[in-house]
């Protein structure tokens, strides 16, 4: 039986013809905006005769494969010479300026074009052309070949066969993973109580290709209730892949440990988690050269065979399946799961390999996308996420270093460097007028995105010499990403200046990333964001890119009993005017609290200074009171190692012969994302009502949430400090044999703006 492969040209060529070393100290990389815009550029220049843009195809049978390969070739020519392809390539780096320099990519990506015009036309020979245009100058050069039809039919037949023993695989594995699908079932006896009504939600979410928001509360089982509708859809040929994005480790161990359990119930699927480059690195610095990472050199010479080695004999492909046949193949472990990303069936990472411009996977062909569907945990996280995705910043010292240090061996980057430090200090004496040391714009400052882009070029002219000095790179990246951002800039923006002593901080701010989220998930099948904490839902729709008269929103009910969670109020100011003032009495209720309570406690606050303070008063009541109850305290500390986080929630052991009390910050690593289950958590104490710090960046988002007609305060302060509230307490009912007591301390909890956005099974008690 024949067996169609459907795939791009550009897919096709890329696999066959990749070949050399990684080098991302320095990669010209060109924005998709910009590359349309030099395509377009160049087939302005086309004459009457001349396409763009025509669509192309061709069947190939290789063994028991057909092959369907298809695309868009950039210009269809009619030249003295005869009919002429050509293939446009835009960069922001130096051209090529021999025929050896140009791509073998490119080359093989216009051949197959040709091939395709050629005998659609039933032509004897036709003309390759490449076209490569600089975006910056406008510079082009062109290289031309002849060729025969009988030479691009060898030559795409070879390409072909190079790609077989990938589609081989994937075919092989396709037929496996769908028979297992269908025979798939829920993995738990029964769902739990709102289970059910979550994973049909999320299958017809998918079926009809919308966006889902999902309100579903802590413990019931929203890993399994949206991967395995989703994984349903993929056998059902609904869906060819599913991306499980999160912004927390642990919440991406909890989808590994999901599938792993689908997997021992006979699921068959292709499965890969994205690490950090930082900690999967098998050097001691991460620095991507081949001079100084052997990993690197000759990385796409074995990474078609590596690839084919671990998706012929794994299926759940974690850290360290990844890491251990990196090391077989002598690959980049980090490149090399982004390799085997695209060729698997379910992907798990965080948020911003999909919306984040910098990062995102730029290989997802339109094609691939709208067969996808983004599965986004904890989505509560993503508003501040994005923003910061969104927004970009300078710093006057950074240009100011590399002046100096370029003034003698780099005079190109020099000037260029002083040009934009001269910048910085004509704006730190413009604010040292205004009394408040700032600046704030709601344009651009296009003076400085001029000098931006002189010192990228001057700064790759460099680079590409082989400069490697990190000052540079950084300053270079630095300038790149504002000028990325900046294409973004509109209305959602604003410009802000800072000055710190000498130094002067100047931040392009994203106050609405919701355009921006919609835009960079534009063209994928669904999208299904769900979190405990989507509440108000109203603000989370907004903010997150839903429309509430076209996407789908649930709320799913506590399944637990009320009688397992008792909530006790205590009316008590925590507003930062009153913290030193009302600092014993919290000491006291926690106090009291422990000497009341059996088992381990969590308390929560809003600030690491706001909890050290408590603490030092915690400890010292407990030292001079008589009788008290044994227990050990632990307390959070900024920038903890894995090492440490690990150790501290062990701490919370089951059946501890002395209570524990740990000592968090609200919306950090231990409010949210972690199962202590049973006794290992027994009371939960949160202090204040999580409000961010009052500071310039949350004033912005009020002032602009305020001009948009919304209630600014609640946009800015309320609704993110109440989230992480909600978190908190979320840690402690998990299952339905769970039991503890939630003491909350902060009058405002009794206030009606308050009141009003806990959980209903907070609040009835």
Known sequence: MTKTVQLSVRALVEYAYRSGDIDTAFRSAVALTEGTKAHQHIQKQYGEQDAKEVYVSAEIACREMLFVIDGRCDGLLQTDGGLTIDEIKSSSGRL??????????????AYCY???????????????????????????????????????????????????????????????????????????????EGQRKLAASVYQT???????????????????????????????????????????TTTRTAAEEALKMLGEGGLHLHTVTLTAKDKVCLKDEVRCSPEYCEFAKGYYDRINGAILDMLGNETSMTREVIERYAYKHHVCPFEFSLDAAYAADAVICDYNYIFDPRVNLKRLFEEQKRKTAL?????????????????????????????RASKTVRPLVYNSAKAVNQYFIALRKSMEEDATGRNMERYLPEQLLEQLEALAQAAEEQLALGDQDPLLLDVYFGAQQFLRIAKLYDERYVTYAEKDRNDVRLKLFCLDPSHLLRLYAKGYKAQILFSATLSPLHYFMDMLG??????????????????????????????????????????????????????????????????????ERFMERSQSSEGTKAFTAIVQTPSMSEEERDAFLAAFAPGNKSALVGFAVMGG?????????????????????GLPQVGLERNIIKDYFDRQGKNGFEYAYVFPGMNKVLQAGGRLIRSENDRGTLLLIDDRYAQPQYARLLPPEWSRN
Request: glycine fraction near 6%; charge should be neutral.
């Open 96 to 109: 090529p300026r021999l025929m050896e320099e140009t791509s073998p990519v490119h080359w093989a990506q």
């Open 114 to 192: 040709a091939y395709m015009v050629a005998k659609e036309r039933v032509l004897d020979a036709i003309n390759v052309q490449l076209t490569y245009m600089h975006i910056d100058t406008g510079e082009c050069r062109r290289f031309v070949r002849s060729m025969t039809f009988a030479e691009l039919e060898r030559f795409l037949l070879d390409t072909v066969n190079r790609y077989y023993p990938y589609a081989a695989m994937k075919n092989a594995h396709a037929e496996k993973r769908d028979a297992s699908i269908k025979k798939l079932a829920f993995p738990f006896p029964s769902y739990r």
């Open 375 to 403: 599965l986004v945990d904890e989505a509560h996280n993503l508003v501040d996420r994005a923003r910061e995705m969104y927004s970009a910043e300078l710093r006057k010292a950074d240009f100011l270093a590399l002046q």
């Open 669 to 689: 690593i231990f409010s949210e994302g972690i199962d202590l289950v049973g006794d290992r958590l027994t009371g939960v104490a949160i202090v204040g009502v």
């Open 206 to 248: 998918i079926v009809d290709g919308r966006m889902l928001f999902a309100k579903a509360p802590t413990g019931i089982g929203k890993t399994m209730s949206t991967l395995f509708p989703a994984v349903k859809a993929i056998g059902e040929e609904r869906l060819q892949r599913l991306f499980y994005l999160t912004a927390r």
């Open 546 to 615: 839903g429309d509430a008269e076209t996407d789908y929103a649930v709320a799913i009910p506590s399944p637990f009993s009320p009688e397992q969670l008792d909530v006790r109020i205590e009316r008590l100011s925590t507003r930062y005017q009153d913290r030193e003032r009302t600092l014993d009495r919290v000491a006291g209720l926690l106090h009291s609290m422990v000497e009341r309570h059996r088992g381990n406690i969590f308390v929560f606050f809003p600030s690491y200074a706001y909890m050290n303070g408590a603490y």
